[in-house]
């Protein structure tokens, strides 16, 4: 498959290596100081686009990749305010798009049984639900796209939340972090540590004891590789899929 990569960072850097371990070429790279080469001409010759760049660079690339009618695999989070339009705009032109907060298999499997959880716990409501998740200082977008698909998972299955709230936690011992979530609300708690790759937690807390369900990135791998296969998957197929249709839960 001829891959062409949007974004040419810490995830495009490691999607490249493992595009290639996989006997894919990578005919094009697009990144900041090369943004004029990002036309319908070069595209013509990538299979798909691997998109991982910025939250304000996503919603121009996505259109670019659709005027070119390249299909497209975005892992790029921040934007998602205006996935309903990108929806709509994929689907009347017959463009191929799929989207993740995470390819990564682990977290698709920590999204499957997070919700499975939440049903289970919303017949215990004394338990309090609570997001927590750790990246790296350089990330951009808080809280973490893939902490939101948590919290939206609980929130479809429990009664006593209406909406998330966010604190970006400082973890200066002087700092006030107090947050004014209220009762209803599910909150998510965001720290930000040097080269932490992405920890996600829920939190479930009652009077006389806790349930944490964790998982761990111990590097960019899993992300990398998940969106390759998301490219393999998608290269055949037109419309807008989440990385969800990918697996077979
Ligand atoms: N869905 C998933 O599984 C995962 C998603 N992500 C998300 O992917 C995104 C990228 O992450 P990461 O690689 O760590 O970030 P980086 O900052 O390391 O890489 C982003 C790259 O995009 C470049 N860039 C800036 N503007 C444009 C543009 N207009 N077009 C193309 N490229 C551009 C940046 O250049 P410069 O630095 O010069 O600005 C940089 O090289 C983030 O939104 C992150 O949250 C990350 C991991 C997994
Ligand atoms: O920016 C990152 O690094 C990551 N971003 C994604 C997110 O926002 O959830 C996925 C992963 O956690 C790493």
Redesign the pocket.
């Known amino acids: 498959m001829k891959i062409a990569l949007s974004g040419y960072g ?2 495009g850097k490691i999607i490249e290596q493992i595009a290639l371990s996989r006997k894919h070429e990578i005919v094009l790279i697009i990144d900041k100081d090369n943004l004029h080469e990002f036309t319908a001409e070069n595209l013509k010759n990538a299979d798909v686009v691997i998109e991982f760049s910025t939250p304000t660079s996503v919603l121009t690339n996505i259109r670019s990749c659709f005027a070119a009618d390249v299909p497209i695999v975005v ?1 790029t ?2 934007w998602y305010d205006e996935l309903s339009n990108i929806k709509a705009e994929c689907e009347a032109g017959n463009h191929a798009l799929m989207y993740g ?4 298999v682990g ?1 698709n499997i920590f999204f499957h049984i997070n919700r499975l959880l939440a049903k289970v716990m919303n017949n215990y409501p004394y338990y309090e639900a609570q997001v927590e ?1 750790i ?2 200082t ?4 808080s ?7 948590i919290a939206e998972g609980i929130l479809e299955n429990v009664d006593n939340k209406r909406g998330w709230k966010n604190v970006l936690v400082s973890d200066s011992p002087n700092a006030d972090n107090e947050t004014d979530a209220q009762a209803e609300e599910l909150l998510i708690e965001s720290h930000r540590i040097d080269s932490v ?2 920890t ?1 937690t829920v939190l479930y807390d009652s009077d006389v004891d806790s349930i944490e369900f964790k998982h761990t ?1 111990h590097n ?1 791998n899993g ?1 990398a590789l998940g969106a390759v296969l998301a490219a393999e998957w998608l290269q055949h197929r037109k419309g807008c899929f989440p990385v969800t249709d990918m697996f077979n839960f």
């Open positions: 810490k995830m892992g989070t921040g907060t995470n390819f990564s977290v998740e990246h790296h350089k990330k951009l977008d809280p973490s796209g893939t902490a939101i698909t790759p992405g996600h990135a960019r992300f």
